[in-house]
């Protein structure tokens, strides 16, 4: 389990074909933190550590998380968010985020105000449907609260920490961000339609 507040952002080094899947070395600050076997936030996909060296930890994703997310447009250089998983006690000062991408978005606008930028998104109806003003969406693992909710787009208001902290700083109008919806909204969904049966 995750609450969506980045830790670090690393950078892949290498990216390698492996068993139908991929394997993906990346450089982080928090290799000393991660163990083994242990579940890591990548860019919003729940990923786990199966290598370390000194400066590096690897992940492998395998054709189904490959075809669900972004991380097929990962490359040499590709800059991703980084969370541990959370331990027992820490706080979860964003919202509960298990990193089961849900699906992709794509940046339809990007508009500064002083020192924040308003971000709206594209996404499919199936996901838009979740979206509510005020409620929570993790955007590449990020936390976010959604502040606009149409039948095909949403809006995020990102504050200079965010932008500094996180790859949503850099990010461009089209660029793809892996998308999961609050787990609350898929539970009041699945039991609202259990009672319609």
């Not at 933190?33 to 370390?52: D, H, P, R, W």
């Not at 199936?126 to 949403?154: E, H, N």
Request: glycine share 8%; hydrophobic share 35%.
């Amino acid at each position: 389990m995750f609450s969506g507040i980045i830790k670090n952002i690393g950078t892949i080094v290498r990216v390698t074909e492996k068993q139908g899947g991929r394997e993906y070395e990346i450089r982080t600050s928090l290799r000393r933190s991660l163990n083994m076997g242990e579940s890591v936030l990548i860019a919003g996909i729940c990923s786990t550590v199966i290598k370390k060296t000194p400066t590096t930890i690897t992940v492998f994703h395998m054709p189904e998380t490959l075809a669900k997310t972004t991380s097929t447009e990962w490359r040499k250089g590709t800059l991703v968010n980084i969370e541990p998983s959370l331990r027992v006690g820490e706080d979860i000062s964003g919202h509960v985020v298990s990193g089961h991408v849900d699906g992709n978005a794509r940046v339809s606008e990007i508009r500064e105000e002083g020192v924040c930028k308003w971000v709206s998104f594209s996404l499919s109806k199936d996901l838009a449907k979740y979206m509510i003003p005020k409620g929570s969406v993790a955007v590449d693992g990020v936390s976010l609260t959604v502040t606009d909710a149409r039948k095909q787009s949403f809006s995020v208001a990102l504050i200079p920490y965010t932008l500094s902290h996180t790859t949503l700083g850099i990010i461009k109008k089209d660029d793809p961000v892996n998308i999961e919806v609050d787990q609350v909204a898929k539970y009041i969904e699945r039991f609202a339609s259990r009672g319609k049966k």
